[in-house]
């Protein structure tokens, strides 16, 4: 077999373009600062090239290595983590584990691994088998340690990405829709009883929730047990949401409603979201122009080369461009859907869908805050935001993708 | 897996991600499209800046072009678009460069900029600029400053400048009193405004000259004060010497002088080194800020008696050549006993003799024949007990004309009080300007004028039944304080022109006698109208009379010289044309 030939170039392709994207940006976001004997742009040039060549390298990984060490990975990943919180840096949060001059940030790695492992765990399992409540308790359990872990430094953000590829891989592994609108419903529950978002309305949306839902459970599965526990459940995370916010001092309500809505408060974090919006409004159409982006230029926008670089493609190529990079991550996407589709091995399809799970997170969350409709998490825009470890965790995403490409006839 | 059974599943995807990035791009079409021209709006709100270009001040100018008000330039350090935190660091930061008192300057939202520290010396300028600039978002500014160059001239008039309290040091200076509060608005001119493109740090990194909206300087104020009287009668009245000056056209009502001392100097108030100067001016107990020409209120004293004289010759109690009993030196009034200044008493007197000699018996019997009413009403006509309206501010004061019911509610009504009051003594209060005034309009024909201190001069009003054979008498007696053998203001003479006044010393309580002096000149047909007062003086005759003449003799010195430059013939010719000989 020809694995250069099974190798899925139009992919790895995609990436680097967007990787390049993403250095033209980052090079625009910085150029007007002060120079530094290695420019950012150059910087992640470089790491660029590292990750497209460890992309390479996985894919030339022997067939059932992956399998075979998807779980002594994990449990490697869930020691970094561990060390993280022991002996990390950062300045407000431990992010980073230093090994002399390589500095590496183990919740990006820790993406990669908890697919990979929960893509085994799952594809050991059968479809029928999927549906037991122990095989998903075990599923959630082993995607909530690295998430606890993550959410512990604290990095909220990067712990829910990690979270957020759970429910699609066991959709993808046959779990029953219904059931998994059973998990999601406790947490539909707390956001329908949530009175700032519904006011007066509130009980009539929360109760007409619960009784939809109930009546939705018991019709579809006629478990009359079933169905009065999941009542009880999606009734007392409703009554407890609005228990715990009555609860809640000031303070601590204002952080919660900054966080879900921050132009409430311009001053700080508002000010990022309200400089955003401004910066992809102004873009227009076609946008300001290359290097031409006021808000970009001039510094109104904060992290413009990290978190916020999305803003300086919509400020300075406008709805085009922001369009243009959006057509790339729904290529990248649907590209590594189809690779899980066509993927006849269980554990390489899930292994997929799950990394394509992660990309589309990334990708909504991040330019979903960036045009204010999502809250400022500080996830990292996938190849375009500037960050080593992001964009080697990517590339190895990709690797993989491709790997399970050329092995997709293997059973 | 096999496929056929994924398929569902597939399609399930797919729609998650078609409906997450239409979400996404509804969004962005909503933002870059649909709403883009605000956003556009909102991000040039960001980067462009309006600056505001002051205007520069109008100056201010006596009749004669001499600059009174002009503007100079000092230097302010302030600090742009900066946090709370920001700014103290900042705060600190300067202190510690530049040491002396702490820094000033308070924290505000408002504007983007904030004045640290106003009026700096060149050195702190090169520590902000060499130093300190680098490190924090630090501007020098250029202001402009008010400055007066003939210091402490015509201060009260010119009033002065300083900032409203409260914003010391974000406030620019505004007209606080005289001239400068009440043309505030013509002096102070138009801002203009220049947009510049700025970054988040306030940094400027362009221009754009062709938006920009200069400013309109303020109109330059002309002043009807001579400079040359003006600072004739600043030096004829020393500054250790409280009192006042006030020469008015005759005619017109323009102010030709005001003088009032103590003076202060206006420059200091609007340096933000000399605090010490000014609290020791504004707490001196000589009240250096009182303008005491239309603030000081005084009993004038003999000066007075010519409103009894007008009032007897119109009613007929009196003319030149009527006499009545003769002066003894004192007169009983009632319980009173009255005594004239001088001890051993005039003898028998005629109106012209009595005004001559400042005779206070004659006046006394003249009085008993004239009451209250009629000499009230005749005072009241030549503008006494009201304000003059003259254009400054503070306004003046209107002093007090007393009536019968005055007494009636105070000390109760006696005969005496007219005694008092005919020869300027008792409860009558006066300013300078409206003895001046009244000095004028005995003199210009029986004209109330308006006193006026810069623009057209204000429509004057005859004075009712005051006929002209009247003040031709009154022109005659006044002239004869000058130039009469017994006269009591022969030192009110005046070279070459023909002076007609009258002294005054007023009785006051707690120091001496005030020394009053008013005249006009010429005789016969008078352009100027001076009164003077000198707190605590003594005579006026003596003290007072010199300074009017001063006052006068600067101004007949102007027009002589300015008879020499319009004639074209020789020198000595003109010389001789000019003089009529004393």
Redesign the interface.
């Known amino acids: 077999m020809n694995l250069l030939r099974e190798t899925d170039t139009t992919l790895l392709g995609t990436a680097a373009l967007t990787a390049i994207l993403g250095i033209t940006t980052i090079y625009s976001a910085t150029f007007h600062t002060e120079a530094v004997s290695t420019p950012l742009y150059a910087k992640q040039l470089r790491f660029a090239i590292f990750a497209v060549i460890v992309a390479l390298a996985v894919v030339y990984i022997p067939n059932k290595l992956l399998y075979g060490i998807a779980y002594p990975l994990y449990l490697s990943s869930f020691g970094m983590l561990l060390a993280v919180l022991m002996w990390g840096t950062g300045e407000d949060v431990k992010r980073w584990l230093t090994f002399g001059l390589v500095t590496v940030q183990p919740s990006e790695l820790a993406k990669i691994t908890t697919i990979i492992a929960l893509a085994r765990y799952l594809g050991d399992r059968s479809?029928d088998e999927i549906n037991l409540a122990r095989t998903v308790l075990g599923g959630t359990c082993l995607t909530l340690i690295p998430v606890a872990l993550v959410a512990r430094q604290p990095d909220l953000g990067t712990a829910v990405s990690l979270g957020a590829v759970l429910l699609?891989m066991l959709?993808?592994a046959g779990m029953r829709?219904l059931y998994i609108f059973c998990m999601v419903s406790p947490l539909l529950s707390v956001v329908f009883s949530f009175e700032e978002v519904w006011r007066v309305a509130t009980p009539f949306v929360f109760g007409a929730f619960i009784i939809l839902s109930t009546a939705a459970i018991h019709f579809l599965l006629s478990r009359l047990w079933f169905t009065v526990s999941m009542a009880t459940a999606n009734l007392s995370a409703g009554l407890i949401t609005v228990y715990l916010w009555d609860q809640m001092r000031a303070y601590q309500k204002a952080r919660i409603l900054t966080f879900l809505n921050p132009e409430s408060d311009p001053q700080n974090t508002g000010w990022t979201i309200i400089?955003s919006?401004?910066?992809?409004?102004?873009?227009?159409?076609s946008g300001k122009g290359f290097l031409e982006g006021?808000?970009t230029?001039?510094?109104?926008l904060p992290e413009a080369h990290t978190d916020l670089i999305f803003s300086v493609i919509?400020e300075e190529l406008?709805?085009i461009g922001?369009?243009v990079a959006?057509s790339l991550f729904?290529f990248l996407?649907?590209r590594a859907?189809y690779i899980?589709?066509?993927?006849?091995?269980?554990f390489f399809?899930l292994l997929a869908?799950g990394l394509?799970s992660m990309l589309?997170f990334h990708v909504?969350v991040n330019?979903?805050m960036t045009?204010?409709?999502m809250p400022v998490t500080g996830l990292p825009l996938p190849f375009l935001s500037y960050g080593g470890s992001s964009l080697l965790a990517n590339f190895t995403a990709i690797g993989l993708l491709l790997h399970v490409y050329s092995n997709r006839h293997e059973y | 897996?096999s496929?056929t059974?994924?398929e569902p599943?597939?399609r399930?995807?797919?729609a998650?991600?078609g409906l997450?990035?239409t979400?996404?791009?509804l969004?962005?079409?909503y933002?870059?499209?649909a709403?883009?021209e605000?956003?556009?709006r909102?991000?040039?709100d960001?980067?462009i800046d309006k600056m505001r270009i002051k205007a520069p001040r109008g100056l201010i100018m006596a009749r004669d072009g001499e600059i009174l008000a002009q503007n100079g330039a000092f230097y302010t350090i302030s600090l742009i678009r900066s946090t709370k935190g920001n700014f103290e660091a900042a705060v600190n930061a300067l202190h510690e460069a530049i040491g002396g008192p702490p820094i000033a300057g308070r924290y505000t939202k408002k504007s983007s900029s904030i004045r640290l520290k106003r009026d700096v010396d060149f050195r702190t300028v090169a520590i902000v600029e060499e130093v300190l600039k680098d490190e924090w978002p630090m501007a020098i500014e250029i202001e402009a400053k008010r400055n007066y160059p003939a210091d402490r001239l015509a201060a009260h008039l010119i009033g002065y400048m300083g900032l409203p309290q409260e914003q010391e040091q974000a406030a620019d200076f505004l007209g606080i009193t005289g001239v400068e509060k009440l043309y505030e608005h013509t002096l102070r001119g138009i801002d203009g405004v220049r947009f510049v493109?700025?970054?988040?740090?306030n940094r400027i990194?362009r221009d754009f000259p062709d938006e920009e909206k200069p400013s309109v300087s303020g109109q330059n104020l002309v002043l009807t004060i001579d400079y040359d009287i003006q600072r004739a009668a600043e030096h004829a009245l020393p500054d250790s010497v409280p009192g006042s000056v006030v020469a008015l056209d005759a005619r017109t009502g323009a102010v030709l002088a005001m003088v009032s001392k103590p003076a202060f100097d206006p420059n200091i108030f609007i340096s933000f080194q000399d605090q010490e100067q000014r609290l020791q001016v504004i707490n001196s107990p000589t009240e250096p800020l009182l303008n005491r020409a239309t603030k000081g209120t005084y009993p004038p004293g003999s000066t007075l008696k010519l409103i009894g004289a007008v009032a007897a010759l119109e009613t007929g109690i009196t003319d030149t050549l009527s006499t009545f009993e003769a002066c003894a030196g004192s007169l009983q009034v009632g319980d009173t006993t009255f005594r004239c200044f001088k001890r051993d008493g005039h003898g028998e007197l005629n109106l012209l003799e009595a005004v001559e000699t400042s005779c206070n018996i004659y006046f006394l019997h003249l009085a008993q024949l004239l009451g209250m009413e009629t000499w009230r009403d005749y005072a009241q006509r030549f503008g006494f007990g009201e304000s003059t309206g003259i254009n400054l501010y503070p306004e003046d004061e209107a002093g007090l004309l007393p009536d019968r019911q005055y007494y009636v509610e105070t000390e109760g009504w006696t005969q005496g009080h007219l005694m008092n009051l005919v020869i300027g003594q008792g409860s009558i209060l006066t300013t300078p300007l409206q003895v001046a005034r009244y000095t004028a309009a005995l003199g210009n024909g029986g004209h109330l004028v308006s006193p006026h201190i810069a623009g057209p001069a204000p429509a004057t009003t005859a004075i009712q039944d005051v006929s002209d054979a009247t003040l031709d008498v009154i022109r005659r007696c006044m002239r004869r304080v000058v130039y009469g053998k017994r006269g009591t203001g022969r030192r009110a003479w005046v070279a070459d022109v023909e002076v007609a006044g009258k002294s005054g010393t007023a009785q006051v309580p707690n120091r001496n006698d005030d020394a009053w002096f008013v005249s006009f000149a010429p005789y016969d047909d008078p352009t100027i109208a001076v009164a003077v007062v000198v707190e605590g003086g003594g005579s006026g005759g003596l003290v007072a009379a010199p300074i009017a003449s001063k006052v006068m003799d600067a101004h007949f010195a102007q027009q002589r010289s300015a008879l020499l430059r319009e004639d074209d013939r020789p020198l000595s010719l003109a010389v001789a044309d000019t003089g009529n000989g004393p």
């Open positions: 479809g699609p959709y993808w829709p400089q919006k401004i910066a992809i409004g102004s873009g227009g159409l006021t808000q230029r001039f510094e109104f919509g406008g709805f922001a369009l959006l729904l996407i649907c859907l899980g589709y066509v993927a006849k091995n269980r399809s869908i394509a589309t909504f330019v979903g045009i204010g409709v | 897996m496929e059974d994924q599943r597939i399930g995807l797919v998650v991600v997450l990035f979400i996404l791009v969004r962005l079409f933002l870059q499209i709403t883009s605000d956003y556009l909102e991000s040039d960001n980067r493109e700025v970054d988040a740090r990194r």
